[in-house]
């Protein structure tokens, strides 16, 4: 079902991309899709793909954060004397599976001052590099209820 | 243009000779690759510089509008770029199964096939 | 002036203060590639490079009007990203290889009763 | 009148975004370290780049064009996070170390039995990098 | 670099990227595009999933071993050359035919599969690079 | 005004029907490129692989000489790929030359696939050797047929990379190191091609052959013609392995399977000198001219390298390199004949011998040209033949060494016998094919009053006998080092790992080995047929007008 | 002559082939006795060519002959006159006697078929070269006689003196060969004689060529090697390590006499000038004697003969360089007689060798009781070489004083000469033929014997014809000697001596030589002492010098060749690069085709700053010891090359340099990180400042010359045809791509057929793997069963 959801996505953008919207070509696109999904059909895995609203909603925010991040890195980066405390930080993980940890990761990396460096073997822990580890306690607790709340939200 | 590109080629090639001439195969290597660069560069130019527009056929023409690029010097750079990729690609596993087997890139440790200690061929008969 | 002649006359503006951005841009990035001093740095140099040079073809299309040439940014964002992930994945190797092979020479070696290290 | 307002936006974007590609270059030319500089490449140059793409989506002459131009924002904003993730990972296990102006570090160091195999034992803690990279 | 985070994203990326790769493929005849630039994504996308996730996984999905898959583009291509000769041509002579499929004409020729096999070329040719040098690493 | 789709393609492309003998010129790559792509598919089942490869290469051998008929029979044609008129679509144009080194070429790649089943081991099957093989192939016919240069480069690529796949086949240590001597050379050689190609691109616009010849015979004296030709020489020299820029074959030839140093030596360097007639001297003639001097000492030197250099090796194959080396000289030799008229009758003088030397000296060059292709032909086969006949003996004996060696003539007389045949032959003497094009070589040097060139071929000769005897003496008449003297510290050396595994004496050798004798013989002792082949090759060379014609027609 | 007398030329020719193809099956039939049904072969050429005798002796002169490569210009011709017809009757005749003598000799011996084969190979080969009447024919044959020479030379080829032997007559009779090819080309060409028949028919034309000199000198170096003259000479005795039915062949008989065929050929044509009556008899003088001399040193009997043949030929070439008619006379009875008496003291060494098994004159005697019959006919033999009345020997030795009677300090230098080599020779012809049959049986001989009918007929039969032809002497002149020389004067002669010694100045020369002789013959033992004395003060001689020559030869090739071929990768790149670099500069400064100085070029701030990228990407590539800068340095010219491609409107060309610049530098990093390679990677000062002259020379070079085209109007007419019907007929928009696929598709078809061999030959060097010492390793992926 999951694996129909995505090759209709990739179908759409086919279409989109290609430039030509017939449906012969929404079909070949489709068809298309599901050669291409084929080839990675040891590692799919859909289970939560479909909440693609919530997704959205998340999307925006990423941007938002992004945007945020990015003003924050070169105000930062311009400034005379940068005072920076960088470091790692171990951040205790409540979300699970691959896909969750995967965004969240990915989330915290473009998002202001953090960028994630690994995860723990035991998928327990995600190693975070930020700028600013003055206090590391409260990063985390920044992290623990910003993005991985909103993830829990959407995928939970 | 062809003022600078043809000065552009001169670099690269005498980039691409002064590494070619080493004894080290990887320095040589990116010789090669500067040296696929040079040609693709020459070709380009000896198609003289015209107008920068693409060599292609806008959606309402059947033929292109107004003046555009050489597009013959194009494709035949595509295809040397192509076939200078895969004999780079080539020397560069040479390469690494070379210093792999024979533990080294200098090519003057590289005696094997012309190996250094010979004798005399036999003089009798 | 009217908001046309302005949007116009901005524009072009931007779109040179982009390229002048993006010149001094290459140059910093490229310094930081040459200094090093480590590969990661040097590999973050060049991933800087790539969306420095997407950025450069994006704005040369918009200067000469050749949008297509979006698609050669496409193909810069693709290979970009192969090349970040093959130097992350051979930084990670390095040395790795070297101490195996040694290891399986020397094991083969034995098997067929050679002293290790001599070549014809 | 959109038109116009479209090409003053455009030429906002463009300005900005090249500005934050310019600012991530001078970003990983003056971070102390590796670690700290994948933030300034990660964000201000992915940032840089799909602002100038997004620019380009905007005044494209053709549809088709500007949802490629969007599908190249997607794909850096899609790819960039991923590849800072592999770099450092890959930085920390071979033993890159943080830069002394660090303050913590929660990591445990590379171990011989996982991924840290891939670097010496004695490498590691001889010198911060490799030899290969020294001038 | 099988870490979670790569794995779980590459197998999206990658059939993106084919997908992108075709569509490079198909419309390079009237823009920026062909079968060598197709073929050398669609190399990149086995490429990074090779990375994330291993070559077995890599050599599964292409099912056939990459250099068949070059040898059947050389084919594929030396054939659409060989077609002409049905209708008394020269080598090579571009053959197109323009069929109504559902209600949309589709343009099938010679070239286009010239190009195709030019694509089948690049992508078994160069994954099977990629692959042998993956493979002596993991090993 | 508008144009209908006929009209245009009236305009553009060539309407006439193409005859399916036409596709002849095209199919010798066709079956390359399709049968190196199906053996590539079957690549693991090693075993079957030569039940395809000998058909293949039986029909290869088949279209050549098919192809050699037609042009006996009609003279050149031509085929525009993709059905443009010329110069815009790549012509593929076959004259008698290109035919001659085309059969030759399908003859001798016949022999030596034969010669592979025996002695290629399932691993280098399954790593490509027949691949390898057809695509070399498929390149060197593309360089004998095309009429195009850019896709003259191409063609050389091809079959340069062939030739890589077979030189590192194996992959023994002196391989690699060999290969990465042949590689890197022979790549600046290309490029050096390629950058030529460009700058005539830069010149004429086109890159058509014969629209080429056509626009140069109307530049006089054009400073930017003439440095083309001097770099594609040098290129070309290079491909040919001539001195001073031989380096290369020397440093490699020996290192892969004798079956590869066969194929190689046969035919690689030979693509070089096609190229060089072709372009240089069909494209180019008042260039060529002008350089002849510089061709003669070319070509002497090449010969004095080559043969001392044999006769400096202690290693059967190394030795054979340097024959290579010695006969590209004397094709060279043929080369570097004045061609055009003026230059003789600057020397001759007198007004009143005008007419007398521009046919004296056209008389000259086609009597020159026709023994260097002829010779080109003999040195295909035999170079061939000596190599394979060179891997048996190595197989038997256990070792390449002339010190180690032995016994052969008294173990193997029809090996040796043949053996025999292609040393005379290779040092020119009679009644072996080497003999007919030195004679012609040396009258044509004669006539266009260069002695020292001809006694360079002469003394060439000489020292290759000298040599050849040495190798028959040593390896085949005398007796097998005992086997009380090689316990001392030889002994403790395992065979050269190049060498084959013994057992190679057998139908699958000897065959093509026979085969490869018929040609030495039949082209030593009935030379008129392939005389009168290569005397119409060199004419067709020296007077384009029926390769022109046949490109654009009788009205260019 | 008309078609059938062809044939039966033809046949004559082909049967000696004939003959050598079947020899071996014959042999493996028959054994041994296979001798009788082959040496029919020879018989039956000896009388189809004697049915040509009469024609000849009456001045007839048969042509025969057809095109054989008319491209060539080269005929197959063959010529019977009074010269050839005799030559080729000896060839045959005696060839017939040594097919039987080698039935005998080499009995049981297990190649025996293949020296028939050989034997035969080399008569056909010799009668061809006596008969051919073309220049190329002759040569042919004539290189022929070499190589087959050069097998049955080296015959027993276990020994190492007999491989030394054969590729000491290969070098040095092939040597000559090709300076007469070069000889018989500069007649071709330049005065237009192609045959025999034009060049003795043309009168003076060589002569009177500007080109005599070098013509005489090329013809004289063919047959002074052939014919064994001094120093030259050598490669006669070492042949002496050939059976010894080669022997009495090859080397008395035929092949060396090779050289005075040619001579006595050409003497019409180059003869009577000063140079040549001066070198041929200065060379045949010195080789009589010094031959004569080396005979009487010499303790084998064969090595003996081996020195007199040389001595004869000398004599002979003395005689054809005097070039009277007398002198020619004297040359044809002597060469006659030589052939008969040398052949049968061969022969009748070989038996010796065979009865005794020895050949060592120290070890020889008594044998005449044992071996009567082959005594006979050595003595027989001897008085003929001996110059004894009435043998065919007598008769040539009375012509050759008459042939030198003149009071004149050359004529008597050369009788000198002449009376002191005939008195050695005929002191060496006893010792062969008397001194190993009478006197006390050494006891290091066991059961000496007669050998079978075919060992003795042939030697016998030699000698019984030198007396036959002496004393039915008018016949002998008539059907022999008076042909041949007519043929040689090149006018008709009369010649009329006979057995019956008159007494005048020549006889008593006749009688002095052979008391001179007889005295020699006595004190041989302390002569051969005295010379080999000598000869071991010396220390040196052609034949050691021979074999320094080659090895001085091979050393040279060696250090030549080290010097040329050193084995280093970088200096083979700099030189071919220094060539390029000639190559370019050569015709650019020749021509003069520099470009004009051009205008400031005007570009925008970014052009210049994507070029000032690309300078910045070149720059490190070359000057950074770090090898990874270096590589991420390459990436940036790369991007720096197409952005510069984009710029100018190839988007296509951009895309994919991007792509493959990008891959090209990820599997650079790739190889280089596996490679545990060194920090340091300097190049010494030396190295750099040459690269750097080769670097700069190369692109400024290219460069320039790129400008002056760039400077030159352009034909843009293909890109104006791809623009015109790009879309209109090929349906494509990008005209790149459609050039690529359908334009051009066969570009691009061999494009990716070199991606594809570049994909199986990467995977050929990653998989296939072997160690030290050629030990293969496992194939990873090859399933063990
Ligand atoms: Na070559
Ligand atoms: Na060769």
Redesign the interface.
């Known amino acids: 079902m999951t694996m129909l959801l995505f090759n209709l996505v990739l179908a759409l953008m086919w279409v989109v991309v290609s430039g030509s919207f017939t449906l012969l070509n929404l079909l070949f696109g489709f068809l298309l899709g599901a050669a291409a999904l084929y080839l990675i059909r040891e590692e799919g895995n859909m289970s939560y793909i479909g909440r693609a609203r919530l997704g959205f909603s998340l999307f925006l925010l990423f941007l938002l954060e992004l945007l945020k991040s990015a003003w924050r890195v070169a105000v930062m980066v311009l400034s005379p004397n940068m005072n920076l405390k960088p470091g790692i930080l171990a951040f205790p993980l409540r979300v699970k599976s691959d896909a969750e940890i995967t965004l969240l990761a990915n989330m915290i990396t473009l998002t202001p001052g953090t960028l994630s460096i690994d995860v723990s073997e035991d998928r327990s822990t995600l190693y975070v590099h930020a700028f600013d580890c003055s206090d590391p306690e409260a990063a985390k607790a920044d992290i623990r209820d910003g993005f991985e709340a909103k993830i829990l939200e959407v995928f939970r | 243009m062809e003022t600078v590109l043809s000065l552009a080629v001169a670099c690269l090639l005498a980039a691409a000779v002064y590494l070619l001439t080493s004894r080290r195969i990887i320095r040589m290597l990116l010789g090669v690759v500067l040296l696929g660069n040079a040609v693709n560069l020459l070709i380009f130019t000896a198609g003289r510089i015209g107008p920068s527009a693409p060599p292609i056929i806008p959606g309402n023409l059947s033929v292109p509008e107004g003046l555009i690029a050489n597009p013959l010097p194009q494709a035949l750079i595509l295809t040397a770029i192509v076939i200078s990729f895969s004999f780079f690609a080539f020397l560069l596993v040479l390469t690494y199964r070379t210093y792999e087997d024979l533990e080294t890139d200098n090519t003057d440790e590289m005696r094997l096939a012309e190996p250094e200690e010979e004798g005399l061929p036999p003089l009798g008969y | 002036m009217n908001l046309h002649d302005f949007a116009v006359a901005f524009f072009a503006l931007a779109l040179t203060g982009a390229l002048v951005l993006l010149c001094i841009a290459f140059l910093l990035t490229v310094t930081r590639i040459l200094l090093g001093p480590t590969l990661p740095d040097r590999v973050l140099g060049l991933d800087v490079l790539t969306n420095v040079a997407i950025g450069f073809i994006a704005v040369i299309a918009l200067d000469s009007g050749y949008t297509l040439y979006v698609d050669v940014a496409i193909g810069l964002c693709l290979v970009g990203f192969l090349a970040t992930v093959a130097f992350a994945r051979f930084i990670l190797s390095r040395g790795k290889t070297e101490h195996l092979r040694r290891e399986a020479r020397a094991g083969i070696d034995a098997e067929a009763g050679l002293s290790g290290g001599q070549r014809p | 009148m959109i038109g116009d307002l479209v090409l003053i936006l455009a030429g906002l974007l463009v300005l900005a975004g090249s500005a934050f590609a310019a600012v991530a270059a001078l970003g990983i030319l003056r971070l102390p370290d590796v670690y700290t500089r994948m933030h300034s490449a990660s964000k201000a140059g992915a940032v840089g780049a799909g602002m100038l793409l997004l620019a380009l989506a905007l005044t494209a002459d053709s549809t088709p064009t500007a949802l490629r131009a969007l599908a190249a924002v997607v794909f850096i904003l899609l790819t960039a996070p991923l590849a800072a993730h592999l770099l450092a990972k890959a930085a920390y296990s071979v033993g890159y170390k943080l830069g002394p102006e660090s303050v913590l570090d929660e990591m445990p160091p590379p171990r011989p039995t996982n991924v840290g195999t891939d670097a010496p034992a004695d490498a590691r803690n001889a010198s911060p990098q490799p030899a290969i990279d020294q001038p | 670099?099988r870490?979670?985070?790569?794995?779980?994203?590459?197998?999206?990326?990658?059939?993106?990227?084919?997908?992108?790769s075709?569509?490079?493929l198909?419309?390079?005849?009237?823009?920026?595009?062909?079968?060598?630039?197709g073929g050398?994504?669609a190399a990149?996308a086995f490429?990074?999933?090779g990375?994330a996730?291993g070559v077995g996984?890599v050599r599964?999905?292409?099912y056939f071993h990459?250099?068949?898959v070059?040898?059947?583009?050389?084919?594929l291509?030396?054939?659409s050359?060989?077609a002409?000769?049905v209708v008394?041509?020269?080598?090579?002579?571009?053959l197109?035919a323009f069929p109504q499929?559902?209600?949309?004409e589709?343009?099938i020729?010679t070239?286009l599969f010239?190009?195709i096999?030019?694509y089948l070329?690049?992508l078994?040719?160069?994954s099977?690079?990629a692959l042998?040098?993956e493979?002596?690493?993991t090993? | 005004m508008e144009y209908s789709l006929e009209m245009l393609k009236a305009e553009a492309m060539v309407t006439a029907p193409v005859a399916a003998s036409d596709y002849l010129i095209i199919l010798p790559i066709l079956v390359c490129f399709i049968f190196g792509a199906g053996l590539l598919m079957m690549r693991k089942r090693v075993t079957q692989q030569a039940y395809f490869a000998i058909p293949g290469l039986v029909l290869l051998f088949a279209i050549d000489v098919a192809v050699l008929l037609k042009v006996a029979a009609e003279g050149p044609w031509t085929m525009m790929m993709g059905g443009w008129k010329p110069p815009f679509g790549i012509a593929f144009t076959v004259d008698m030359m290109g035919a001659l080194f085309l059969a030759v070429s399908g003859f001798v790649a016949l022999a030596c696939g034969i010669y592979a089943v025996a002695s290629i081991s399932s691993t280098e099957r399954r790593y490509g050797f027949f691949p390898f093989m057809f695509l070399m192939m498929g390149g060197v016919s593309g360089a004998f047929l095309t009429g195009d240069v850019f896709n003259l480069y191409v063609w050389f690529e091809v079959l340069l990379i062939g030739s890589f796949g077979l030189l590192i086949l194996g992959s023994q240590h002196n391989q690699l190191d060999g290969a990465t001597k042949y590689c890197f050379l022979n790549l600046v050689g290309t490029t050096l091609f390629l950058i030529a190609t460009g700058y005539l691109y830069g010149v004429f616009g086109t890159l058509n052959m014969a629209d080429i010849a056509i626009k140069a015979a109307a530049m006089e004296n054009d400073s930017a013609v003439y440095v083309i030709g001097v770099l594609y020489l040098a290129s070309l020299s290079l491909k040919a392995a001539a001195f001073p820029l031989n380096f290369w074959l020397p440093a490699s030839y020996h290192t892969p399977r004798f079956v590869v140093s066969a194929l190689f030596a046969g035919l690689l360097t030979k693509v070089g000198v096609y190229a060089l007639i072709r372009l240089l001297l069909m494209l180019f003639p008042v260039e060529h001219a002008g350089v002849t001097p510089v061709i003669a000492w070319i070509a002497g030197l090449t010969m004095m390298v080559g043969a001392l250099g044999a006769l400096a090796q202690s290693d059967l194959r190394r030795l054979l390199n340097y024959m290579v080396i010695a006969g590209i000289g004397t094709i060279m030799a043929g080369l570097a004949l004045p061609q055009v008229a003026e230059v003789m009758v600057a020397q001759a003088g007198p007004a009143g011998e005008l007419a007398a030397a521009a046919s004296t000296a056209a008389g000259a060059m086609q009597t020159g040209l026709s023994g260097s292709i002829y010779y080109a032909l003999h040195s295909i086969v035999v170079m061939t033949a000596l190599y394979l006949t060179a891997g048996v003996a190595a197989s038997l004996t256990g070792s390449s060494s002339l010190a180690q060696m032995g016994g052969l003539w008294r173990s193997t007389p029809l090996l040796a016998a043949l053996m025999l045949v292609f040393l005379f032959a290779v040092s020119g003497l009679p009644p072996f094919s080497g003999f007919w094009p030195k004679v012609a070589l040396v009258r044509a040097t004669i006539i266009a009053d260069m002695p020292w060139l001809a006694a360079a071929i002469l003394v060439s000769g000489f020292l290759m006998t000298v040599a050849s005897a040495r190798i028959f003496a040593l390896a085949f008449w005398r007796p097998a080092p005992e086997v009380a003297e090689a316990s001392g510290t030889e002994a403790a050396q395992a065979p050269h790992p190049s060498a084959p595994a013994p057992g190679l004496y057998g139908s699958w050798s000897l065959v093509p080995l026979l085969g490869l004798t018929v040609f030495v013989l039949a082209a030593g002792l009935w030379p008129e047929w392939l005389a009168r082949l290569t005397d119409a090759a060199a004419a067709g060379v020296i007077d384009p007008a029926a390769y022109l014609s046949s490109v654009f027609g009788d009205a260019p | 002559m008309t078609g059938i007398e062809a044939t039966n030329g033809y046949i004559a020719l082909a049967l000696p082939f004939l003959a050598a193809a079947l020899a071996p099956l014959l042999t493996r039939v028959l054994g041994q006795h296979a001798a009788w049904p082959l040496a029919i072969a020879p018989a039956a050429a000896f009388f189809i060519l004697f049915g040509a005798v009469p024609g000849v002796s009456a001045g007839d002169v048969f042509l025969f002959g057809f095109d054989w490569i008319p491209s060539f210009d080269i005929r197959f011709s063959f010529r019977l006159d009074g010269l050839s017809t005799v030559f080729g009757l000896l060839i045959t005749g005696i060839g017939t006697l040594i097919v039987l003598y080698s039935g005998g000799y080499l009995a049981g011996h297990k190649d025996q078929g293949r020296f028939f084969s050989f034997i035969f190979l080399f008569m056909g080969s010799m009668l061809g070269l006596v008969l051919a009447d073309d220049l190329m024919t002759l040569f042919v044959y004539w290189e022929l006689t070499s190589i087959t020479s050069f097998l049955l030379i080296g015959f027993d080829h276990h020994r190492e003196a007999a491989r030394r032997g054969a590729i000491q007559a290969l070098v040095i009779t092939g040597g000559g060969g090709l300076a007469l090819l070069a000889g018989f080309i500069v007649i071709r060409e330049l005065t237009g004689l192609a045959s025999m028949t034009e060049v003795l028919a043309a009168g003076d034309a060589l002569r009177d060529s500007a080109l005599y000199v070098p013509i005489l000198i090329l013809v004289l170096c063919g047959a002074f090697t052939k014919s064994a003259q001094m120093p030259f000479h050598v490669w006669l005795p070492n042949a002496m390590e050939a059976p010894t039915p080669v022997s009495a062949y090859l080397h008395s008989a035929t092949m060396v006499k090779a050289g005075i065929y040619l001579l006595l050929r050409f003497h019409p044509a180059l003869g009577d000038t000063a140079l040549w009556t001066t070198i041929l008899p200065a060379f045949g003088a010195v080789t009589l004697v010094v031959g004569a001399l080396l005979a009487l040193r010499a303790t084998d009997i064969k090595i003996t003969l081996a020195y007199t043949t040389v001595a004869s030929l000398g004599l002979l070439v003395m005689l054809i360089g005097v070039g009277t008619e007398t002198a020619i006379i004297a040359a044809v009875l002597y060469l006659i007689a030589h052939s008969l008496f040398k052949g049968g003291l061969f022969m009748v060494a070989g038996s010796v060798d065979h009865g005794a098994h020895t050949r060592e004159i120290e070890k020889l005697g008594g044998l005449g009781r044992a071996m009567p019959i082959t005594f006979a006919a050595a003595m027989l033999c001897a008085l003929s070489m001996g110059g004894v009345t009435p043998f065919v020997g007598f008769l040539a030795k009375e012509e050759i004083y008459h042939a030198l009677e003149y009071a004149d300090p050359y004529y008597v230098a050369l009788m000198i000469a002449a009376i002191v080599g005939n008195a050695l020779m005929f002191a060496a012809a006893f010792i062969v033929a008397l001194k190993p049959f009478v006197g006390r049986m050494p006891e290091t001989i066991h059961h000496p014997h007669e050998g079978s009918l075919t060992i003795w007929i042939g030697p016998l039969i030699l000698g019984v014809a030198g007396l036959v032809g002496a004393l039915f002497y008018a016949t002998y002149h008539q059907l022999f000697t008076m042909p041949m020389a007519s043929a040689a004067v090149g006018a008709p002669v009369e010649i009329g001596i006979g057995w019956v010694p008159h007494l005048n100045l020549a006889f008593a020369l006749s009688m002095a030589t052979v008391v001179l002789g007889i005295v020699i013959y006595l004190l041989s033992a302390r002569l051969r002492a005295g010379i080999a004395g000598f000869l071991a003060a010396v220390g040196w001689g052609p034949d050691k010098g021979f074999d320094q020559a080659m090895r001085g030869l091979i050393r040279a090739a060696v250090r030549i060749t080290r010097l040329l071929q050193p084995g280093h990768l970088d200096q083979y790149m700099a030189v071919t690069i220094a060539v390029i670099i000639a190559a370019l500069f050569g015709p650019l400064i020749y021509t003069g085709g520099w470009p004009a100085i051009p205008a400031f070029p005007r570009l925008h701030f970014y052009e210049w700053a994507v070029f000032a990228l690309l300078l910045a990407g070149i720059l490190p590539v070359v000057l950074a010891t770090n090898r990874l800068t270096a590589i991420l340095s390459l990436g940036i010219q790369g991007f720096a090359v197409a952005l510069i491609f984009m710029l100018l409107g190839a988007p296509d060309l951009s895309f994919t340099q991007f792509m493959v610049e990008t891959l090209s530098v990820v599997i650079l990093a790739l190889a280089m990180t596996r490679l545990k390679l060194s920090v340091a990677d300097h190049r010494p000062l030396r190295d750099k400042v040459q690269a750097g002259v080769l670097a700069i020379a190369a692109g400024s070079g290219f460069g320039l010359f790129l400008l002056s085209i760039a400077q030159r109007p352009f034909d843009r007419t293909l890109s104006d045809f791809f623009e015109r019907y790009s879309y209109a007929i090929a349906h494509g928009r990008n005209i790149v791509n459609v050039i690529l696929v359908d334009f051009r598709g066969v570009d691009t078809m061999g494009e990716i057929a070199v991606v594809m061999v570049t994909g199986l030959a990467v995977l050929a060097l990653i998989r296939i793997r072997v160690g030290p010492k050629g030990v293969r390793y496992p194939d990873p992926l090859e399933k063990t069963p």
């Open positions: 670099m870490t979670i985070i790569f794995r779980t994203v590459a197998p999206y990326l990658t059939s993106l990227m084919v997908l992108f075709i569509f490079v198909l419309r390079g005849h009237n823009e920026a595009g062909g079968g060598f630039i050398l994504i990149s490429g990074i999933y990375i996730c996984p599964r999905a292409m990459p250099m068949s070059a040898a059947a583009g050389l084919m291509a030396v054939l050359g060989v002409s000769l008394s041509a020269q080598f090579l002579t571009g197109w499929i559902l209600g949309s589709v343009a020729s070239p010239f190009d096999g030019v070329v690049v078994g040719a160069i099977s690079i042998a040098l493979e002596r690493d090993d």
